[in-house]
């Protein structure tokens, strides 16, 4: 442990924006969360259609189910929890993935322990920096809770739950970092891992509950704030953490500097000639990014079908007169399909940013010495997110339709293919400031595909400009099938990004290559 101040401080001067970004943005959507369903929710009765509804099978497979749902306080943690808590387990991966693995990768672990410092020290330092902040994090749901009104009791265990999603996040990221070899790899497990867990939880709140137990996420639901208030799931949260973190220290100790615990897979002696282009290449590369996300947009489409299938029911026992059903069910039905274009600009963005990985770790090097231009490396690798994000879009909306009438599937496949021009949008966004500024296009890239997240889910809630909601890509995109088709803003939102992204492979042709 020689050197943890020192590591101490400089993770923290590393990550300090990281750091202050997660904890003003999830607390903050937290508390704008609590002033809009103050003033949206007035009556009882409000909030006990609220609870119907959050109680149908797609909903409760979605956000969690609270017993206290027609509570305010168990209406905001309906809302936002999950969210919250899902944030904080995949970030935890990441950030503890940054200053460990992929730090292991690049050579400045290395370069650190050259000098007077414990082999455990700089990974004790992630630790307890990036466990301070799920703490900080709670501590500030725990705030904004009790400053709402809704309890001291259910509002301590709320903050008590999302730090305990926070720390398991934590150890699976560290347990992550010691299997594999790689950065990438390390992320894409540890991300694996907590989507497990929430699928568990998941099936676990359509069925029985049984599966539900089976997930630590499902352990944090279970602590019940607002209604039971238990405390020992909690334990439960810790125990699991602290077992995951002994793991990762005992492997650091003994397993070799630079490899993973998990064994990388020789290639084959001879490779087929398609792997000798640079689509070719990245296709196979690429081939779990791409199946893993094809997996999710289907899963999505189902569980959004059921929301749409309970949505029409619960209007049905309602009484609502025929027009507002119909009305209500295709703006519910545009909102989710919305939300399938959201899952693909993930998708997109994951596969854009590959270009400035390979770039710095010098893969780009072996590709370009041969018969092959920068520019031609790069378009034919823009076309994986380029060509498979009109894939995803039409097979989300097809499988939503598909989950709740059949007779649709055309109509919004369609629909949520119209919102390949915004997609592709930030894709253009994405290379042009890899073309211009290669060391601040990722984080920049991802910084932005969070914002647009942000906005699409809560700007009405945060009551921002609608002119500024308008501009952004997702919102200019007609939202069927609630509105009608008009070609102008595809057209435009096309030529953008088409222009971007020439621009930014422009640029690449012509500047240095920059690596770490």
């Not at 630590?216 to 799931?233: E, S």
């Amino acid at each position: 442990m020689t050197g943890l101040s020192t590591m101490i401080r400089l993770v923290l001067r590393r990550n300090r924006v990281r750091l202050v970004v997660w904890l003003v943005v999830l607390v903050g959507m937290y508390q704008y969360i609590v002033s809009y369903y103050k003033q949206t929710f007035t009556t009882q009765a409000s909030l006990d259609e609220f609870a119907a509804l959050s109680a149908s099978p797609g909903m409760r497979a979605i956000t969690g189910l609270s017993p206290a749902a027609n509570t305010m306080g168990g209406a905001v943690w309906t809302k936002g929890w999950m969210t919250v808590a899902l944030a904080i387990a995949i970030g935890m991966v990441f950030l503890v993935t940054r200053s460990g693995r992929a730090d292991e990768e690049t050579g400045r672990t290395e370069l650190l322990r050259s000098k007077a410092l414990g082999v455990h020290a700089y990974s004790a330092a992630a630790w307890l920096v990036y466990g301070t902040l799920s703490l900080l994090v709670g501590a500030g749901l725990t705030a904004v809770s009790w400053a709402g009104g809704f309890g001291a009791s259910g509002s301590l265990v709320l903050g008590g739950a999302t730090f305990g999603a926070g720390l398991v996040g934590l150890g699976v990221g560290a347990l992550a970092g010691q299997l594999a070899a790689t950065s990438r790899g390390a992320n894409s497990l540890g991300s694996a891992v907590i989507v497990v867990f929430y699928m568990l939880r998941m099936s676990g709140d359509m069925g029985d509950g049984t599966l539900t137990w089976a997930s630590p996420i499902g352990w944090a639901q279970q602590m019940q704030p607002y209604a039971a208030n238990r405390w020992w799931p909690f334990a439960l949260l810790v125990l699991l953490a602290a077992a995951l973190l002994g793991v990762a220290w005992v492997l650091e100790a003994r397993r070799d500097f630079g490899a993973g615990l998990l064994p990388q897979r020789h290639g084959a002696s001879h490779a087929p000639a398609r792997w000798a282009t640079p689509l070719g290449l990245e296709l196979h590369l690429q081939r779990n990014p791409i199946m893993g996300w094809t997996l999710a947009v289907a899963l999505s489409g189902l569980m959004f079908g059921s929301v749409v299938t309970a949505m029409t029911d619960l209007l049905d026992d309602t009484n609502v007169a025929a027009l507002l059903r119909g009305e209500g069910v295709k703006a519910l039905v545009s909102l989710l399909v919305s939300m399938m274009a959201l899952l693909t600009l993930v998708f997109a963005i994951q596969i854009t940013v590959s270009l400035r990985k390979d770039e710095a770790t010098g893969l780009v090097d072996a590709q370009i010495t041969r018969a092959v231009s920068r520019a031609r490396w790069a378009l034919e690798r823009l076309l994986i997110p380029a060509v498979w994000s009109a894939v995803l879009l039409p097979l989300g909306g097809a499988v939503i339709a598909a989950s709740y009438d059949r007779s649709q599937v055309g109509r919004l496949a369609l629909a949520a293919l119209a919102y390949w021009p915004a997609v592709m949008v930030l894709v253009g966004l994405s290379v042009f400031l890899w073309g211009f500024a290669p060391r601040l296009s990722t984080p920049t890239a991802w910084g932005l595909m969070a914002a647009m997240w942000f906005l699409t889910m809560f700007g009405e809630v945060f009551r921002l400009p609608e002119w500024f909601l308008n501009a952004m890509p997702l919102a200019a995109t007609p939202y069927m099938p609630f509105e009608e088709m008009s070609w102008t803003p595809l057209v435009v939102m096309t030529a953008i990004a088409c222009a971007l992204t020439a621009a930014g492979v422009w640029r690449f042709t012509t500047r240095d290559i920059q690596t770490n």
